[in-house]
T-cell receptor, first 113, second 112 residues
Framework: NAGVTQTPKFQVLKTGQSMTLQCAQD?????MYWYRQDPGMGLRLIYY???????DKGEVPNGYNVSRLNKREFSLRLESAAPSQTSVYFC????????????FGPGTRLTVT | QKEVEQNSGPLSVPEGAIASLNCTYS??????FFWYRQYSGKSPELIMS????GDKEDGRFTAQLNKASQYVSLLIRDSQPSDSATYLC????????????FGKGTKLSVIP
């Protein structure tokens, strides 16, 4: 997965619980992204970070927060999980500049009951 | 709302045939386009990128881009059962943008 690791691989939460999904890269790319993938909805961007110290909202940011800890790490936090956040979460990385190809991590499968 | 549209399939082709996957996009400012392959339960894997009008070939894969028609396609020659997967088309939002817009994917089945 192009030097992208995600933890955990699987997680089950109860409604209202919080958790942080971790993403780390060893490719020295500037840009990092968090997506969710749901059946019939495709990949939707939650947040992204174009470079260390910056973060921006994507298409579906509500209910999530992010932290770009350093150039290698980008975390996604669910403060109060809801069943609607049951999904597969992918972290992706990409080089600065055009074209903006992205490389994906292995994913985290999250179930909120 | 920027959109990338794909036929969801499933598209079934016999082994050895040519599989043709199509994608249209709404944002005329998009400049770069990407095809990802996603096996069931796995993450998307980048297999082709194309930036200018015309064809780009890489092994059994050919990507085609027609910016006037806002159309991108992926041809897979000599299809193999191992090509059975969902193929995602993605386009950027033009120069300076860091975001990709993904289609919902086309599921391809290659029948032995």
């Amino acid at each position: 997965n192009a030097g992208v690791t995600q933890t955990p691989k699987f997680q089950v939460l109860k409604t209202g619980q919080s958790m942080t999904l971790q993403c780390a890269q060893d490719m020295n790319h500037n840009s990092m992204y968090w997506y969710r993938q749901d059946p019939g909805m495709g990949l939707r961007l939650i947040y992204y970070s174009a470079s260390e110290g910056t973060t921006d909202k994507g298409e579906v940011p509500n209910g999530y927060n992010v932290s770009r800890l350093n150039k290698r790490e980008f975390s996604l936090r669910l403060e109060s999980a809801a069943p609607s956040q049951t999904s597969v979460y992918f972290c992706a990385i990409g080089p600065t500049g055009s074209p903006h190809e992205q490389y994906f991590g292995p994913g985290t499968r999250l179930t909120v009951t | 709302q920027k959109e990338v549209e794909q036929n969801s399939g499933p598209l079934s082709v016999p082994e050895g045939a040519i599989a043709s996957l199509n994608c249209t996009y709404s944002d005329r400012g998009s400049q770069s386009f990407f095809w990802y392959r996603q096996y069931s339960g796995k993450s998307p894997e980048l297999i082709m990128s194309i930036y200018s009008n015309g064809d780009k070939e890489d092994g059994r894969f050919t990507a085609q881009l027609n910016k006037a028609s806002q159309y991108v396609s992926l041809l897979i020659r000599d299809s193999q059962p191992s090509d059975s997967a969902t193929y995602l088309c993605a386009g950027d939002s033009g120069a300076g943008s860091y975001q990709l817009t993904f289609g919902k994917g086309t599921k391809l089945s290659v029948i032995p």
